[in-house]
């Protein structure tokens, strides 16, 4: 009687390419003033809602974001004290260069190097703005060289993580022996508008939290060296969607950043982030089904439920990404680093199984980063 032969699991692998760009370390850190969904409900309502109205809507949206905690850049009661864009935006720089400074130290520290050794700082906030900006503030504080490139971007939102990845590989590509950091910093609670109960204002008094991360790369020959664990980045692609520049941002003015977000946001997902990721994987002979770890920007429950839906991704595809919203919210463009921390820390990926990080933002677009374990 003839025996089939034993069934043999194989793990999809991405291809190797000459040149890489080595994630060595994600910084991850908040700020002390941690709360409950249901108190940030009760406080922020007598600001986006004083008079009561539709307190019982901002109740609701607020408790169907599925956000447990969130951390503040000020304690709960100083919110109310805060009377205008200018003394929001105070408020933004000082946390900002606080939570900055603790990010990149201690994403050097993880990488064991020395802030001397950082030869490109990427940069990327859209809840406040400083000239000088809060990288050249940062770089005297931490010891950074007097000739560090620094490259600070406003604009691109939550995409901005998976965005500023992207970017210090293109960057490392053509410096394969330099030290490269990507620092996030989000205080999204600042931006939360008075006397506003519009939808947008209200869900995003619930859904949005404050935080930092921090990004160590290197170019392949910095990564011989060193010899430390950490996925790769093989490549990047960036997407920006017709039509669809009223999908989400900011309209600013005398009062500050008052958010736009588009009820939109999940058919532009649907329609477009699957064709995009088919379409990127098979360039590199891969499918969906080959990604063993997915990276993702905790956008919110139905921003999720549409990525699940385009991409056809199981039910714990995204747990990290679940998780990390109920716990800290989304934190704009911190929020995909802090899931790549949690994911470098916690699991342990196949050696050379792919994995995708992404994450949309206002454009509207999306940014694709195929990595390699």
């Known amino acids: 009687m003839s025996r089939r032969p034993a069934r043999v699991c194989h793990v999809a692998q991405v291809p190797t390419i000459p040149v890489m760009t080595q994630l060595v370390a994600v910084a991850p850190v908040f700020p002390p003033h941690r709360y409950t969904q249901r108190d940030i409900t009760s406080a922020f309502g007598a600001i986006v809602v004083p008079d009561g109205e539709s307190r019982v809507l901002l109740e609701r949206l607020h408790e169907s974001v599925r956000v447990e905690t969130r951390h503040l850049a000020l304690p709960l009661e100083d919110y109310r004290r805060l009377d205008g864009f200018g003394a929001a935006n105070d408020a933004f720089i000082e946390t900002a260069l606080d939570l900055g400074e603790r990010a990149l130290c201690a994403a050097l520290d993880t990488a064991g190097l020395a802030p001397q050794e950082v030869d490109l700082l990427l940069s990327t906030s ?23 490139k620094r490259v ?83 490549a990047s692609r960036s997407r920006l969607y017709p039509s669809s520049e009223r999908v989400m941002g900011w309209d600013i003015g005398g009062s500050g950043f008052r958010i736009v977000l588009s009820a939109d946001v999940p058919q532009v997902v649907r329609t477009y982030l699957g064709d995009d990721v088919r379409s990127m994987l098979l360039d590199y002979g891969l499918a969906v089904s080959d990604v063993a770890t997915w990276v993702a920007h905790p956008g919110g429950p139905k921003v999720l439920e549409a990525m699940e839906e385009a991409l056809g991704l199981g039910s714990d595809a995204l747990d990290i990404t679940w998780r990390s919203l109920a716990a800290i919210g989304n934190l704009s463009s911190a929020s995909v680093l802090h899931v790549l921390a949690e994911t470098m820390a ?14 949309m933002g206002p454009g509207f677009c999306s940014e694709l980063v195929l990595m390699r374990w």
């Open 126 to 148: 859209v809840t406040g703005i400083a000239a000088p900006s809060i990288d050249a503030r940062l770089a005297p504080r931490i010891g950074l060289r007097p000739d560090v």
């Open 152 to 234: 600070p971007v406003f604009g691109l939102g939550c995409v901005a993580g998976a965005a500023g990845v992207a970017r210090l590989h293109d960057y490392l590509i053509g410096h394969p022996d330099d030290v490269g950091m990507l620092l996030s910093v989000e205080l999204c609670s600042l931006t939360v508008q008075r006397n506003d109960a519009s939808i947008a204002n209200l869900v995003a008094s619930g859904l949005f939290g404050d935080g930092a991360a921090a990004v160590v790369a290197v170019g392949d020959r910095r990564a011989a060296q060193l010899g430390l664990p950490g996925p790769t980045v093989v």
């Open 346 to 359: 916690n699991r342990r990926p196949a050696a050379g199984s792919a994995g995708m990080l992404l994450a």
